[in-house]
């Protein structure tokens, strides 16, 4: 018995050693051919230490060839025809694009090789082995062969991975364009998302293409950031017109670049989420709060005004993407809602005050909820507010329109006019009202002759 183990031993360590000097030499370029190889391979399944040591002898020939491979595609070393990557690449974008493809393809040819050399046939298992080849009939175990061509593919690639890895971080490193960088960050995602079909998440292969991309995130977020300091370390005053600030309409057209990119990727739609808020969130957001801070120096309703144009320039222009702007465009028209409904409100002190209502309101109304205190007014103040009023109907619409003069978006004035003008008559009627519920002081309607009626057809 204890002469057959040593026959048994023996006859593995020959079948070992044949097998790693064939290892060293083995020709992908007609894997079909190797059926020794593969045949050896499946015998060394009984003994996994010794498998695993002709692996790594494997992997460690692939990765020389492979990456002298890489090294010729880069440099045109190779054949005279070939186009060098560092040559023919000017292009940051193509350039890291062209390593990937070349990375990809040679991953592929790696798998499509070591599945013809380890996924054996039925008629090749183990069957009519020559005993010239030191192999001999042994038992299958659960051990399958198959089971090591992905991580061995990927090990294959781990000296060419670290000469791309290198030149991909000099590329980010050496560049501050932010549309330049986030084309980067999509092939990168892109390619990540393939790699993990082909190898799986827990490769090497898919954590360095992982890692590069956190770091052409953190690139981009870093220039976008600088972008916006360089911004607010000389933010200018609102000019008159309270127009949109420069700094806007240069963060836009940024935005735009950015989606346009963003759209002809081919990152997966799980992703695309977070790529967009990302987007948002950096070339967006920050400029729309520094618009915030320049209003805060402006009386309103210009504020409210300047607010309003800086939003609608945004809103249009998140209506050019077709993809993830729901939310944020929620956010934008509820922030216009908000600063219309502050402009309604000056709009309609300003009727008040310029028509002599805000006088008859104001009487006694400190605890009246609106109403004016009729025991209080006097005959000379109905008929100072009502010649007041009188001037102040023939223009009220035209001075509305100066009052909202530099409002870009001529559909949302018309709006706050009419709005602010149907405040005003509820105003006017309620003071009527209040005239005439209190008998001591009716007579004091006389004095304010003007109708609810006639007011809303001299505003229009």
Same mark, same amino acid.
């Given at each position: 018995?204890?002469?057959?183990?040593?026959?048994?031993?023996?006859?593995?360590?020959?079948?070992?050693?044949? *097998?790693?000097? $064939?290892?060293?030499?083995? #020709?992908? !370029?007609? %894997? +079909?051919?190797?059926?020794?190889?593969?045949?050896? /391979?499946?015998?060394?399944?009984?003994?996994?230490?010794?498998?695993?040591?002709?692996?790594?002898?494997?992997?460690?020939?692939?990765?020389?060839?492979?990456?002298?491979?890489?090294?010729?595609?880069?440099?045109?070393?190779?054949?005279?025809?070939?186009?060098?990557?560092?040559?023919?690449?000017?292009?940051?974008?193509?350039?890291?694009?062209?390593?990937?493809?070349?990375?990809?393809?040679?991953?592929?040819?790696?798998?499509?090789?070591?599945?013809?050399?380890?996924?054996?046939?039925?008629?090749?298992?183990?069957?009519?082995?020559?005993?010239?080849?030191?192999?001999?009939?042994?038992?299958?175990?659960?051990?399958?062969?198959?089971?090591?061509?992905?991580?061995?593919?990927?090990?294959?690639?781990?000296?060419?991975?670290?000469?791309?890895? *290198?030149?991909? $971080?000099?590329?980010?490193? #050496?560049? !501050?364009? %932010? +549309?330049?960088?986030?084309?980067?960050?999509?092939? /990168?995602?892109?390619?990540?998302?393939?790699?993990?079909?082909?190898?799986?998440?827990?490769?090497?292969?898919?954590?360095?293409?992982?890692?590069?991309?956190?770091?052409?995130?953190?690139?981009?977020?870093?220039?976008?950031?600088?972008?916006?300091?360089?911004?607010?370390?000389?933010?200018?005053?609102?000019?008159?017109?309270?127009?949109?600030?420069?700094?806007?309409?240069?963060?836009?057209?940024?935005?735009?670049?950015?989606?346009?990119?963003?759209?002809?990727?081919?990152?997966?739609?799980?992703?695309?989420?977070?790529?967009?808020?990302?987007?948002?969130?950096?070339?967006?957001?920050?400029?729309?709060?520094?618009?915030?801070?320049?209003?805060?120096?402006?009386?309103?309703?210009?504020?409210?005004?300047?607010?309003?144009?800086?939003?609608?320039?945004?809103?249009?222009?998140?209506?050019? #993407?077709?993809?993830?702007?729901?939310?944020?465009?929620?956010?934008?028209?509820?922030?216009?809602?908000?600063?219309?409904?502050?402009?309604?409100?000056?709009?309609?002190?300003?009727?008040?005050?310029?028509?002599?209502?805000?006088?008859?309101?104001?009487?006694?109304?400190?605890?009246?909820?609106?109403?004016?205190?009729?025991?209080?007014?006097?005959?000379?103040?109905?008929?100072?507010?009502?010649?007041?009023?009188?001037?102040?109907?023939?223009?009220?619409?035209?001075?509305?329109?100066?009052?909202?003069?530099?409002?870009?978006?001529?559909?949302?004035?018309?709006?706050?006019?009419?709005?602010?003008?149907?405040?005003?008559?509820?105003?006017?009627?309620?003071?009527?009202?209040?005239?005439?519920?209190?008998?001591?002081?009716?007579?004091?309607?006389?004095?304010?002759?003007?109708?609810?009626?006639?007011?809303?057809?001299?505003?229009?």
């Amino acid at each position: 018995m204890d002469q057959m183990t040593r026959n048994l031993n023996s006859a593995y360590q020959r079948v070992y050693l044949w *097998l790693q000097r $064939e290892l060293k030499f083995l #020709s992908f !370029e007609t %894997p +079909t051919g190797n059926h020794r190889v593969r045949r050896a /391979l499946e015998v060394l399944t009984n003994r996994p230490a010794l498998l695993q040591s002709c692996l790594d002898t494997l992997a460690e020939s692939r990765q020389r060839t492979l990456n002298e491979s890489f090294t010729d595609a880069l440099t045109g070393r190779g054949e005279a025809d070939m186009k060098p990557i560092d040559v023919m690449a000017h292009d940051p974008i193509r350039y890291t694009g062209d390593m990937m493809a070349w990375l990809h393809s040679a991953l592929v040819g790696e798998l499509e090789a070591l599945q013809a050399i380890f996924e054996l046939s039925g008629s090749e298992r183990l069957d009519d082995m020559p005993s010239a080849s030191g192999v001999i009939t042994i038992a299958p175990t659960d051990l399958d062969l198959r089971d090591h061509v992905r991580p061995l593919a990927d090990k294959s690639l781990e000296n060419a991975l670290s000469a791309f890895r *290198l030149r991909t $971080e000099h590329v980010i490193s #050496s560049h !501050e364009e %932010p +549309t330049l960088l986030y084309g980067l960050l999509n092939i /990168l995602t892109f390619y990540r998302e393939t790699f993990k079909k082909l190898v799986g998440a827990d490769t090497l292969l898919v954590a360095t293409t992982d890692s590069l991309a956190s770091t052409t995130t953190r690139q981009l977020q870093s220039c976008l950031r600088d972008l916006f300091r360089s911004v607010q370390q000389d933010i200018p005053k609102p000019t008159p017109d309270l127009s949109p600030p420069l700094f806007l309409h240069d963060a836009m057209g940024r935005f735009r670049s950015l989606v346009k990119s963003f759209e002809a990727s081919l990152i997966s739609d799980s992703y695309k989420s977070r790529a967009f808020d990302m987007i948002y969130s950096e070339a967006m957001k920050p400029y729309i709060q520094g618009c915030e801070t320049l209003s805060k120096d402006l009386p309103s309703p210009q504020c409210h005004i300047f607010m309003v144009n800086c939003l609608e320039v945004s809103k249009d222009t998140l209506r050019l #993407s077709g993809y993830g702007t729901e939310n944020y465009m929620h956010i934008i028209e509820d922030a216009v809602d908000s600063h219309v409904l502050s402009i309604v409100t000056s709009l309609h002190n300003f009727f008040l005050e310029a028509s002599g209502l805000s006088t008859i309101l104001h009487v006694g109304n400190n605890d009246n909820e609106g109403q004016p205190e009729s025991d209080l007014l006097t005959e000379n103040i109905l008929i100072e507010s009502s010649k007041q009023l009188d001037e102040f109907l023939p223009t009220a619409s035209s001075d509305a329109e100066s009052q909202l003069i530099y409002l870009m978006r001529h559909s949302l004035k018309k709006t706050i006019i009419q709005t602010a003008l149907n405040r005003f008559v509820d105003d006017f009627t309620v003071v009527k009202a209040s005239l005439a519920s209190h008998t001591k002081s009716s007579h004091l309607a006389t004095y304010f002759p003007r109708t609810a009626e006639e007011i809303q057809i001299l505003l229009g």
